[in-house]
C-alpha cells in the first residue's frame, strides 16, 4: 500500500526521469554506434581544422 501510494504521489516525476533517462541512453548508443563506425563528431571539414592531426577521420583520409 505504501508503495502504491509512493508511485501515484510522484508519477509525473518518475515519467519525466524515465524519459530523460532514455533519451540518454539512446544519444550514448548513437554516439557509440558513431564512433564504431569511424565517423567524426565534427560535421565542418577536416581542412581546415587545426586539430586535424590527431583526428581519426582525417587520417583515414590521408591513406
Request: proline content about 3%; charged content about 15%.
Amino acid at each position: 500500500m505504501l508503495l502504491i501510494s509512493f508511485i501515484s504521489q510522484n508519477l509525473g516525476t518518475i515519467i519525466v526521469a524515465a524519459a530523460v533517462a532514455a533519451l540518454v541512453i539512446f544519444l550514448v548508443a548513437k554516439l557509440i554506434r558513431d564512433k564504431r563506425a569511424g565517423k567524426s563528431g565534427c560535421s565542418c571539414g577536416c581542412s581546415s581544422c587545426p586539430m586535424s592531426s590527431g583526428c581519426p577521420s582525417a587520417n583515414k583520409e590521408k591513406r
